[in-house]
Nanobody, 123 residues
Framework: QVQVVESGGGLVQAGGSLRLSCVASGSIFSINAMGWYRQAPGKQRELVAVITSTGSTNYADSVKGRFTISRDNPKNTAYLQMNSLKPEDTAVYYC?????????????????WGQGTQVTVSS
């Protein structure tokens, strides 16, 4: 079994900061990429930021310069540092472990999602 658990969400005033954490646990040999997505009420889930196992990153235009994704590969953990938060950043933030291999001898990969953590930014 593989579990993905997010933490660090909460209520913050506009201009404030939050740091989200995502831990993937269980029988894991490797993870290709770890990403943060968000879904606001009435909207589709969207990519916020993603980081590969080699450290390459990609960000949504709306968060560039404000959010930073990082990763601790041995701990199968990803972080999302969110600064200069805006009310429009309010959403449930989900972590995705992308391309998870369970063992070294089985090339089969699959993706795993966490349950999400609420981020609310007040104006």
């Amino acid at each position: 079994q593989v579990q993905v658990v997010e933490s660090g969400g909460g209520l913050v005033q506009a201009g404030g900061s939050l740091r989200l954490s995502c831990v993937a646990s269980g029988s894991i040999f490797s993870i290709n990429a770890m990403g943060w997505y968000r879904q606001a009420p009435g909207k589709q889930r969207e990519l916020v930021a993603v980081i590969t196992s080699t450290g390459s990153t990609n960000y949504a235009d709306s968060v560039k310069g404000r959010f930073t994704i990082s990763r601790d590969n041995p701990k199968n953990t990803a972080y999302l540092q969110m600064n200069s938060l805006k009310p429009e950043d309010t959403a449930v933030y989900y972590c995705k472990a992308d391309g998870v291999r369970r063992t070294s001898w089985n090339p089969l990969m699959r993706d795993y999602w966490g349950q999400g953590t609420q981020v609310t930014v007040s104006s």
